[in-house]
């Protein structure tokens, strides 16, 4: 059959009555694993689960008792991913399509728009992840895709950042051991071991997770079975222990404001400045190089990720205020960017996500005042002197809509 816009399945999102029962459905009968879980502020419990090349997002929305029968239950988002979002964009509307995109200004600027069917039902339609165009059926078997290769850049004297498809942590080696940070995943972790150990025989003293998420702390095996001991806050403990996640090493020890761990003769600080984007993320200090790690929530040159459901604005500020009270020249992120590829930044950078985060949600406010939250103010609030930001087209909006929330709901 044709496909004009090269359409591919991506994932979906339904609303369920029990999301206990659809999940262990999606298990039993589809063979599909939970890739993350949880609850959000609004209440509304989720689970992401995958197989190989496709992923559904399942959503139990608050005062949906799991008695009720359906009523609230049903796919309310559908995803395809396209070679040429701005060619599917401009063919769908010379097609009289509902489109609408995300507050893009300009076509060639297009990464993902949303498509409205003859009964309003949306789609979302996002950039296809290789850029080819090529179906994964149409692949030719005899050329499986190559690993993700792993990068490792020396920060300072015995502190070096581990990249890995996109992410990144850090860790510190000293003749009397190693602590590593976020082993982000089972391939990452080997990879990450293997990285280590041509630059030491030292033990693997510590791993520390930075924070609860899994696409972060996945698959540390290795460094447990090296021998290490797995730290995080008091609080992540409590979520994994909830969420039951077999790829995330469980934790051994505790932190609650703050903890120091002794590799060798390096010293390095866990310290808890707070809740942000989540209830449980620590900065990883080394003091005497002044060097941080500090994932997700303090972004280099680049918007806030989506719409950070699992967040807390005003502790997030606060969390800002405090970082750039700490001793040190260097931030190690989460995450490998092209526009950041010394993989740290500073604390002007700090202080520009400052800025950033002020703007908008003073923006937002402005905007909530007018009467523009939750559905006009996505689309409309503009911050063009943050245009330049990493992921500003496709993010803006969400990042909106999120201090809609904030301001219309409550969600602090």
């Given at each position: 059959m044709p496909n004009p816009l090269q359409l591919r399945p991506d994932h979906a999102t339904a609303a369920v009555a029990d999301l206990d029962r659809a999940v262990r459905w999606y298990q039993d009968t589809l063979g599909f694993t939970v890739l993350n879980r949880g609850e959000r502020p609004n209440g509304s419990r989720f689970a992401d689960l995958?197989?190989?090349?496709?992923?559904?997002?399942?959503?139990?929305?608050?005062?949906?008792?799991?008695?009720?029968?359906g009523a609230r239950s049903g796919w309310v988002h559908i995803v395809f991913s396209v070679p040429d979002p701005a060619r599917a964009f401009a063919t769908l509307k010379s097609h009289g399509a509902d489109v609408t995109t995300r507050g893009n200004t300009a076509p060639a600027q297009i990464t993902t728009f949303l498509l409205h069917d003859s009964e309003g039902n949306e789609i979302e339609i996002v950039q296809e992840q290789n850029g080819s165009g090529v179906t994964a059926a149409q692949q030719p078997p005899a050329t499986p895709a190559a690993p993700p290769a792993a990068v490792v850049k020396p920060v300072a004297d015995g502190v070096y950042i581990f990249e890995f498809a996109g992410y990144q942590s850090m860790f510190v080696v000293d003749p009397g051991g190693v602590l590593i940070t976020d082993p982000i995943s089972p391939a990452a972790a080997t990879?990450?071991?293997?990285?280590?150990?041509?630059?030491?025989s030292a033990p693997i003293r510590y791993v520390v997770y930075s924070h609860h998420h899994f696409d972060h702390i996945a698959g540390g095996a290795p460094f447990k079975q090296a021998g290490a001991v797995f730290v995080a806050h008091r609080n992540a403990k409590v979520q994994l222990e909830r969420l039951k996640n077999p790829a995330v090493v469980a934790i051994d020890q505790t932190v609650d404001e703050s903890k120091t761990l002794t590799v060798g003769r390096t010293k390095v600080d866990l310290l808890y400045l707070g809740r942000n984007h989540s209830d449980n993320s620590l900065v990883v200090s080394v003091p005497s190089r002044k060097v941080i790690y500090a994932a997700d929530w303090l972004p280099v040159g680049e918007l806030i990720w989506r719409n950070v459901f699992d967040s807390y604005i005003d502790e997030w500020f606060e969390g800002i205020e405090r970082a750039l009270a700490l001793d040190w020249d260097k931030l190690v992120v989460g995450h490998a960017r092209a526009h950041n590829p010394k993989g740290w930044g500073t604390k002007d950078d700090v202080r520009a996500f400052r800025a950033y985060f002020t703007d908008l949600k003073e923006a937002v406010r402005v905007a909530y005042m007018q009467g523009l939250c939750p559905n006009r103010a996505p689309n409309e609030v503009k911050l063009p002197k943050y245009a330049q930001l990493f992921e500003y087209e496709e993010f803006l909006p969400m990042n909106v809509d999120r201090m809609c929330l904030y301001w219309r709901n409550g969600w602090q």
């Open positions: 995958g197989i190989p090349g496709y992923g559904i997002g399942l959503v139990q929305n608050p005062g949906t008792p799991p008695a009720t029968t990879a990450y071991l293997a990285e280590v150990r041509k630059l030491t």
